[in-house]
């Protein structure tokens, strides 16, 4: 045990078994950063034996990942006498790296004077990689939605042109046909074409909500088809939930 624990009373000796067992790492270091305590816990993430950090600094542990305006700021604001919360990039004894969230908190004396920094760490890479690991997937999942979002707009467009034609031409053929029959037929078609169209129209709308890529245009509109279109979709929706 480090010379600055001997002589403790029994409180204090049940707060360092505490500290002791903390699931956090631990360091105490003096004023200048020098590393006087660390916890068994920090022993274990860091890789280092207890005499390897004791007289040393924690910049032992730095990746060089870490920005150096992150160090002078942490040392500006904990001199300062402020509490300084960060997430450093660090690397073990062994090479490896890891993320650890750290809290480092200035120690005072009666006096009001700086005497030390507290640090307790917690290891959260595990962390860091699911967060990466949902930044990926979603990044994915856009690219999937766009592509999606490509194709329906490219079928869109084949689609639309031949129908296009066909309401045309149904509509010169109704002026032509005396036959009532023939007449019937022709209205059937631009009926379905028509159709095919709303449900074209639909599906990109659909796609572009999907995307949150929905095109917004003020227009005038027909507020009793609004309601009838609800009502029709309320309709489907009650009779697929009896089904």
Same mark, same amino acid.
């Given at each position: 045990?480090?010379?600055?624990?001997?002589?403790?009373?029994?409180?204090?000796?049940?707060?360092?078994?505490?500290?002791?067992?903390?699931?956090?790492?631990?360091?105490?270091?003096?004023?200048?950063?020098?590393?006087?305590?660390?916890?068994?816990?920090?022993?274990?993430?860091?890789?280092?034996?207890?005499?390897?950090?004791?007289?040393? *600094?924690?910049?032992?542990? @730095?990746?060089?990942? /870490? &920005?150096?305006?992150?160090?002078?700021?942490?040392?500006? %604001?904990? #001199?300062?006498?402020?509490?300084?919360?960060?997430?450093?990039?660090?690397?073990?004894?062994?090479?490896?790296?890891?993320?650890?969230?750290?809290?480092?908190?200035?120690?005072?004396?009666?006096?009001?004077?700086?005497? *030390?920094?507290?640090?307790? @760490?917690?290891?959260? /890479? &595990?962390?860091?990689?699911?967060?990466?690991?949902?930044? %990926?997937? #979603?990044?994915?999942?856009?690219?999937?939605?766009?592509?999606?979002?490509?194709?329906?707009?490219?079928?869109?467009?084949?689609?639309?042109?031949?129908?296009?034609?066909?309401?045309?031409?149904?509509?010169?053929?109704?002026?032509?046909?005396?036959?009532?029959?023939?007449?019937?037929?022709?209205?059937?078609?631009?009926?379905?074409?028509?159709?095919?169209?709303?449900?074209?129209?639909?599906?990109?709308?659909?796609?572009?909500?999907?995307?949150?890529?929905?095109?917004?245009?003020?227009?005038?509109?027909?507020?009793?088809?609004?309601?009838?279109?609800?009502?029709?979709?309320?309709?489907?929706?009650?009779?697929?939930?009896?089904?």
């Amino acid at each position: 045990m480090n010379e600055i624990f001997k002589n403790l009373n029994d409180q204090s000796k049940v707060l360092l078994t505490v500290v002791e067992r903390s699931t956090d790492s631990i360091v105490l270091t003096d004023i200048n950063g020098t590393i006087l305590y660390v916890n068994p816990t920090f022993i274990t993430l860091s890789g280092y034996e207890y005499d390897e950090l004791i007289g040393k *600094n924690p910049r032992i542990m @730095k990746s060089g990942y /870490t &920005k150096q305006s992150v160090y002078l700021l942490m040392w500006e %604001t904990i #001199l300062s006498g402020e509490e300084f919360k960060v997430e450093f990039f660090n690397k073990k004894k062994n090479g490896e790296f890891y993320w650890e969230s750290s809290i480092i908190t200035p120690l005072k004396n009666e006096k009001g004077e700086i005497t *030390n920094f507290l640090g307790i @760490k917690r290891d959260i /890479t &595990k962390e860091k990689k699911l967060e990466e690991d949902l930044k %990926t997937a #979603l990044d994915t999942a856009e690219e999937a939605n766009q592509l999606k979002l490509n194709i329906i707009n490219n079928i869109s467009h084949e689609y639309r042109t031949p129908l296009v034609g066909i309401f045309g031409y149904t509509n010169i053929l109704l002026e032509e046909v005396v036959e009532p029959a023939h007449s019937e037929m022709l209205k059937k078609v631009l009926h379905s074409s028509r159709r095919l169209m709303r449900t074209l129209n639909s599906l990109i709308d659909y796609s572009h909500l999907e995307a949150e890529k929905f095109p917004l245009s003020l227009k005038n509109s027909d507020i009793s088809e609004v309601l009838l279109l609800q009502s029709t979709a309320f309709k489907v929706f009650t009779s697929e939930k009896q089904l």
